[in-house]
């Protein structure tokens, strides 16, 4: 139960530590977020090796040397590379770790071109030619497939194309295409703010909710008292910082 | 050599990736497959090289009492401390994932709301911006302001009860116009990955090395 | 008067944005204690979603990916830990697997809380039998790409580090021919949109989706193009899930301070635009 009540609090403390950084920037703040820093690459360290480097390359390439079954010769150079990357932190080392990266920007190159032909250029494209097709469609649907949104989507389509098209100077039909192509990317990028607010105040309610939560007799009232605590603290930070300005 | 080889490492392992995509034979299906594992590897030690980096930035601050060196302190302490307990709870109990242990402890009590907290922040700065900044200048910037209090109204359960209208006109502007607009960004977006790419692994971009 | 009217004007347009931050503040903390019931529509590819998941039979798998962070559970977690109970309720076998660090313990506390809910109703779920915990793995697309091989050699051990060979659900399982229908939950890159690029098309997986609300209006082309049949978008899209599920939870709660929250924005560009005109109009009319 103590562990429950410890729990409580830090999590009250670190919230609130964070939210201070709206009234300005402060001690408390910077300790948060220095204390955030290293948490998060400790965690990403430890799964890294735990939980990628030990069954992907150890586990394959450790029986080598007991002579167990399983090992993997070819998997030890993985690891020769890997090594090899992390030659980069020293200036005259660091032509070494181009080998291995050489094999991640090759890798990585070939999937995203792939992938992204694949699904993003000829199934959206699919997708746009596939909704010229006017059978059994209803004239106007709010949300569902109909002639005239389909009609829109693949004039949009043209029409934003264009606007990015720059090989033909914009005159004339070009011209046209391409400003209408600008009303629908405000469009677009107007519903992209609606949804980012629409996220954004998600991840405030979580917090709001964190902050009722422990703000009860059981954890002693921690949001008030902490917020009293925070207060006081930057507000000493304040008056210490301008009486060093001071002398 | 130092630059040649990285070159052809790129060139071949380009080739057998992209010939995976099409081509279903099994000598060029196990070189990919072996390929990737070694990707998952060294992209492990990349992590391991940004954990070194950082290390070695903070130590350097500490050392030569840079401004704000203290906090660097309890930066790297919060590193070992979750370092070593995390691999002190998968040595003795083969995973790091269940149980209640200081590893989790720092998990859910300090990792989560640190986090949480840093991201609901933007909603803060978002409101703000809004107030700041949108305004409708032009043609673009009241479609634009349009479609943004469109769909904030239409989305959320009051725009439904203020009017039916409005999530009926939200939904459509995001199937209709909204779609239209991605899909073009999309489709240009992806012909300058393509471009890209094929120049990366046929050699034509080298920026990517050191040295060049 | 006029010089008062601009002063007051400019007084607006040069608000300290404290004032503003604290009116955002104080509208979370009000309406989150003054819950006001308000309707939820549900949209077609909410209702898609839904379809998806009850055409399920028991005992088929699904794939859920569980990409998100600490940050996005508000949205992602109630949508998640929904989807997993009703699929464990269907007795369909689940394997989770994840591309970001957070995914690991989140996935952990979705089986943890679903079970020990599930048992009180008397219904008991086997870890490695009716669901697993792959864990996480760092590579992005080439994961993705790998688990299309073989989903024992990108993932040799779960998370709790047993051998994925001696898991019953896993010998079940080598690749996704196996898998009747992927989820991904998905916050940003690695998420979806690479999910789409490198396994949906290539394997001919069916897919949906749960996505936060900076990543949802990016979905509406993939569901109109087929590719993505169905997907929930944001903590509304959440709310929505369990209106057709019958089961309102925290999503649905949160709906008041989304809603008054939109307003406050929507308030704030109106009176800004209004203070901003009127301030052009009367350096015009000067």
């Known amino acids: 139960m103590m562990v429950d009540i410890i729990s409580g609090w830090l999590i009250v403390f670190f919230t609130l530590a964070i939210m201070s950084f709206l009234y300005k920037d402060n001690p408390i703040y910077k300790l948060a977020e220095h204390i955030y820093v290293g948490v998060s690459a400790g965690y990403l360290f430890v799964l890294a090796v735990v939980q990628t480097i030990k069954p992907n390359f150890w586990d394959c390439v450790a029986p080598l040397f007991t002579a167990a079954p399983g090992g993997q010769w070819i998997r030890v150079g993985a690891g020769v590379f890997g090594v090899m990357f992390l030659l980069r932190l020293h200036k005259k080392t660091s032509w070494v770790s181009n080998f291995p990266l050489a094999v991640m920007i090759g890798t990585f190159a070939a999937l995203r071109m792939t992938g992204l032909a694949n699904s993003d250029l000829v199934g959206q494209l699919h997708g746009t030619i596939n909704s010229l097709n006017y059978r059994g469609l209803p004239l106007f649907e709010w949300d569902k497939p109909a002639l005239i949104n389909n009609l829109l989507i693949v004039g949009g389509v043209i029409c934003v194309l264009s606007y990015f098209f720059f090989s033909l100077e914009h005159r004339g039909v070009l011209n046209v295409a391409g400003k209408t192509g600008i009303y629908f990317l405000m469009i677009t990028f107007g519903s992209s703010y609606g949804y980012t607010v629409m996220a954004r105040t998600a991840v405030l309610i979580g917090r709001v909710a964190d902050l009722y939560t422990y703000n009860t007799s059981h954890y002693a009232y921690a949001t008030i008292i902490c917020a009293i605590i925070i207060i006081t603290l930057i507000h000493i930070s304040n008056v210490i910082k301008k009486r060093a300005e001071k002398t | ?212 | 008067m006029a010089q008062a009217q601009a002063k007051f004007l400019q007084k607006i347009l040069t608000l300290d944005r404290r004032w503003i931050f604290l009116m955002v503040l104080v509208i979370a903390l009000v309406f989150y204690k003054i819950t006001i019931p308000m309707p939820v529509k549900v949209t077609q590819q909410s209702q898609s979603f839904y379809d998806a998941i009850e055409q399920l039979k028991a005992g088929e798998i699904v794939h859920i990916t569980a990409d998100y962070t600490l940050d996005v559970i508000p949205e992602l977690y109630p949508m998640n830990k929904a989807l997993v109970r009703r699929l464990l309720e269907k007795d369909v076998k689940i394997i989770v697997s994840t591309l970001w660090i957070e995914g690991v313990l989140l996935t952990d506390r979705v089986f943890n809380e679903t079970s020990a809910e599930l048992q009180r109703e008397g219904k008991v779920k086997t870890y490695g039998v009716d669901y697993v915990n792959l864990g996480y793995k760092s590579g992005n697309d080439v994961v993705m790409t790998h688990l299309g091989t073989s989903f024992a050699e990108t993932y040799p051990v779960d998370a709790k580090g047993t051998s994925v060979a001696q898991i019953p659900l896993m010998k079940r399982v080598k690749n996704f021919d196996d898998i009747a229908l992927m989820v991904n939950f998905s916050v940003g890159n690695p998420g979806i949109r690479q999910w789409l690029q490198q396994v949906q098309r290539r394997y001919n997986v069916k897919m949906l989706c749960g996505a936060t609300g900076i990543m949802s209006p990016d979905l509406y082309s993939f569901y109109q193009s087929g590719q993505l049949k169905g997907f929930l978008a944001g903590l509304v899209g959440a709310a929505e899930y369990e209106k057709l599920l019958n089961r309102p939870g925290k999503a649905t709660a949160g709906m008041t301070v989304q809603s008054f929250e939109h307003l406050i924005v929507i308030l704030l560009i109106i009176v800004a635009n209004i203070a901003f005109f009127l301030q052009k109009l009367n350096r015009g009319v000067k």
């Open chain 2, 1 to 212: 050599m130092k630059r040649k080889i990285p070159f052809f490492i790129t060139t071949f392992v380009g080739v057998f990736m992209t010939a995976k995509f099409f081509l279903k034979i099994s000598l060029v299906e196990a070189v990919a497959n072996e390929i990737e594992q070694w990707c998952l590897i060294i992209v492990a030690f990349a992590i391991l090289l940004g954990i070194a980096n950082l290390f070695r930035l903070n130590l350097l601050t500490i050392v030569r009492r840079k401004p704000d060196w203290q906090y660097k302190v309890i930066l790297l302490l919060a590193f070992l401390l979750t370092a070593i307990s995390g691999f002190t709870v998968f040595a003795i109990q083969g995973d790091i994932s269940s149980g209640k242990n200081v590893f989790t402890f720092i998990f859910y009590n300090v990792y989560f709301p640190l986090g949480a907290t840093m991201y609901g922040l933007l909603s803060f700065f978002i409101a703000s911006a809004a107030f700041r900044a949108f305004r409708a200048k032009n043609i673009e910037s009241a479609l634009m302001l349009s479609a943004a209090i469109l769909v904030m109204l239409g989305r959320v359960p009051i725009g439904m009860a203020i009017s039916n209208i409005f999530p009926k006109l939200a939904n459509w502007v995001m199937i209709v116009p909204n779609s239209a607009g991605q899909r073009g960004i999309i489709m240009g977006a992806t012909i300058g990955v393509v471009a890209v790419g094929l120049k990366i692994i046929l050699g034509i971009e080298r920026s990517y090395l050191r040295g060049e």
